[in-house]
């Protein structure tokens, strides 16, 4: 397992800008695919984007492509989620979550961090 502390949420305007990040530590984390989810109030947890080992593949959900995109740092055990022209229906908590490749679930989970979309 490895261990997850997600930043960088906050209050922001809507078409503005935040860059999440999440820390690892514990093991090896160029080994882990890492994802970003996030679930609003009253709502079920959704997928938000994923990203390779390398870095090199990343796959976003349909409602953030083209203002979503994520990025990583294995020197320093970091990934990032830039969002950009956020809407109010961005507000929620993000989590990130780590797993290895051929593991079907999701073994490791951050805190999350609150993100709230002003109109």
Known sequence: QVQLV???GGLVQAGGSLRLSCAASGRTF???LVGWFR???GKER???ASISR???ITYRAGSVKGRFTMS???AGNTVYLHMN???PDDTAVYFCAARRDGDRDW???GQGTQVTVSS
Do not use: C
């Open 6 to 8: 997600e930043s960088g």
């Open 30 to 32: 160029s080994v882990y």
């Open 39 to 41: 679930q609003a109030p």
């Open 46 to 48: 959704e997928f938000v």
């Open 54 to 56: 390398s870095g090199s």
């Open 72 to 74: 990583r740092d294995n």
């Open 85 to 87: 022209s956020l809407k």
């Open 107 to 109: 073994g490791s989970w």
